[in-house]
């Protein structure tokens, strides 16, 4: 009985003050298609519960190989940054997810091919294996690096190898402003591979 287009409209807005605009409309599409399951049922008051939320333009940034090869050359100082390093490093020479990424090891190449299958699409992936590959397959992570550690410690790691250039950019509504590894998340990793690539 809650669902009224008066409360979707509040949700939308509640959502939006909370999220980025680009979350909030990923939230709220899969709001709408719980819904739409349940539309045929009678049990909902309004025929078409919509939830208007703007999408925003966000720019990214991506490293160039020269920058890549700092991070490579960089020596971690705790496990942590060693953990980080190595999936980010995995990401910026394979492309993968961090998903994939933590779980491939050398059993994944042969005859100089990588070989995995992507577990967000199921699909196989292969591709001749960077150089610089391997070394970061030898070891496996010492455990799981949740998302806000991943971000926070690669961030450092780019700060102290000096990926330190201003940049500007357009980030969730807003122009922004601030040296280069600001920017830089664990999805960096990805695009880096596929701009470089």
């Known amino acids: 009985s809650d669902i009224t287009k008066l409360n979707m409209e509040k949700f939308g807005e509640y959502l939006s003050e909370k999220v980025s605009p680009n979350s909030a409309r990923t939230y709220a599409a899969v709001f709408k298609a719980f819904l739409s399951r349940f539309n045929e049922e009678g049990i909902i008051p ?14 990214h940034i991506a490293l160039t190989m020269d920058e890549i090869r700092l991070i490579d050359e960089y020596e971690p100082k705790n496990d942590t940054e060693r953990d980080v390093r190595n999936i980010f490093m995995r990401g910026c020479l394979t492309g993968a997810r961090y998903s994939d990424a933590i779980r491939m090891t050398t059993d994944n190449i042969r005859d100089g091919v990588l070989t995995y299958i992507s577990k967000k699409t199921n699909t196989e992936v292969c591709q001749p294996v960077h150089a610089m590959l391997t070394k970061y397959l030898v070891n496996k992570p010492t455990k799981i690096r ?45 695009r880096s591979y596929c701009t470089v690539l």
């Open 146 to 190: 949740c998302a806000v550690v991943m971000n926070r410690t690669i961030k450092d790691i780019c700060r102290k190898v000096g990926i330190t250039e201003p940049v500007s950019l357009f980030v969730n509504g807003k122009m922004k402003n601030a040296p280069k590894y600001e920017f830089v998340t664990e999805h960096t990793s990805r």
């Open 46 to 59: 309004c025929k078409n519960p919509q939830i208007k939320i703007k999408s925003v333009p966000s720019q």
